[in-house]
């Protein structure tokens, strides 16, 4: 009879703690965090694109400078331009995927709480036509 009281009680307990994990996934405020990091996600990933690309451009000059008739003028500036050309390209393939993933997530929670404020009226235009756009 113990065990049986035992068991349910712990049965009662796991199923009280995933109700409310799962309830906690499902809410608006949820949702508004998830938002925040996928927006702080994107921002991170154009800051590294652009900068990669911009270490690129850098490297990429510093390289062809460091060079007269295909031989390296100075050892340390050649090897300081594939360096940051290097850099650059690493920068660059690791921030475009963050910069999509951070999109895709902003708009897939954007979509979660507008979805969750209710009726929703919006005017589409596109081209010649005109229209009225209600979500519910």
């Given at each position: 009879m113990k065990k049986t009281c035992?068991?349910?009680?712990?049965?009662?307990?796991a199923t009280l703690i995933y109700c409310q994990n799962t309830f906690e996934q499902n809410s608006t405020q949820y949702?508004?965090?998830?938002?925040e990091k996928a927006r702080k996600i994107k921002t991170?990933?154009?800051?590294?694109?652009?900068?990669?690309?911009?270490?690129g451009i850098v490297g990429y000059y510093i390289l062809s400078t460091s060079t007269t008739?295909?031989?390296?003028?100075?050892?340390?500036?050649?090897?300081?331009g594939v360096l940051t050309f290097i850099v650059g390209g690493v920068f660059v393939s690791t921030g475009i995927p963050?910069?999509?993933v951070g999109?895709?997530?902003?708009?897939?929670?954007?979509?979660?709480?507008?979805?969750r404020e209710g009726l929703q009226a919006s005017l589409f235009i596109k081209g010649p036509c005109l229209g009225i756009v209600l979500r519910f």
């Open positions: 035992f068991t349910l009680l712990i049965l009662l307990i949702c508004q965090i998830k938002l991170t990933g154009k800051v590294l694109t652009f900068s990669g690309i911009s270490l008739n295909g031989y390296a003028s100075d050892p340390g500036t050649s090897t300081l963050l910069w999509v999109s895709v997530n902003e708009k897939k929670y954007d979509r979660e709480i507008k979805a």
